[in-house]
């Protein structure tokens, strides 16, 4: 190895998208006002699913999932970036960069095993209507979820592994 700076990283500084002040201001209230859409939605959506009862359904029980999955996952990257607009100089922690890079690949991830399982919900539902019931039972649906989400979470651990592997050192 060749000499260098080893100095540990305690922070990432984040550049922003642009410099000029009207425009970080008008991103931030179009960021802000998608953001906000989407919580309202998504609440909405899971409210509505417990509420009535004639929701009970395999595909509102995975449809409920995804709104709680995608609430996260918006808010796992969304709050840092409508900060970012704000302030001339913007940093995060490598502690808080782990968190939120776990956080937004187990919300990913989980979104896309959920997608899966509400794919084969629909697949079993269309060409096997008769045998649907027992294929799509509440406890397969439910083993479904479960194995949704622990699969976001494993790949949420190795790709924050693989990145606490590494040694960031150097200018910001």
């Not at 096997?128 to 976001?152: A, E, K, N, Q, W």
Request: contains cysteine.
């Amino acid at each position: 190895m060749g000499t260098g700076n080893y100095t540990n990283v305690k922070e990432f500084i984040i550049l922003g998208l642009t410099e000029n002040a009207t425009t970080c201001v008008i991103l931030f209230i179009v960021f802000l006002g998608i953001y906000v859409v989407t919580l309202m939605g998504n609440f909405s959506i899971i409210l509505l699913i417990r509420s009535s009862p004639q929701l009970h359904t395999p595909m509102y029980l995975f449809l409920c999932h995804l709104a709680f999955v995608d609430i996260g996952y918006s808010s796992s990257v969304t709050p840092v970036m409508l900060t970012g607009f704000l302030k001339k100089r913007t940093s995060i922690s490598v502690a808080g960069c782990i968190a939120q890079l776990c956080s937004a690949v187990t919300f990913g991830t989980t979104e896309c095993f959920l997608l899966a399982a509400m794919a084969y919900d629909r697949y079993v539902a269309i060409c096997s209507p008769l045998l649907y019931s027992t294929h799509v039972s509440p406890r397969i649906c439910i083993l479904l979820v479960g194995v949704s989400y622990i699969g976001g979470c494993v790949n949420a651990w190795t790709f924050t592994g693989c990145l606490l592997s590494l040694s960031f050192c150097g200018p910001n």
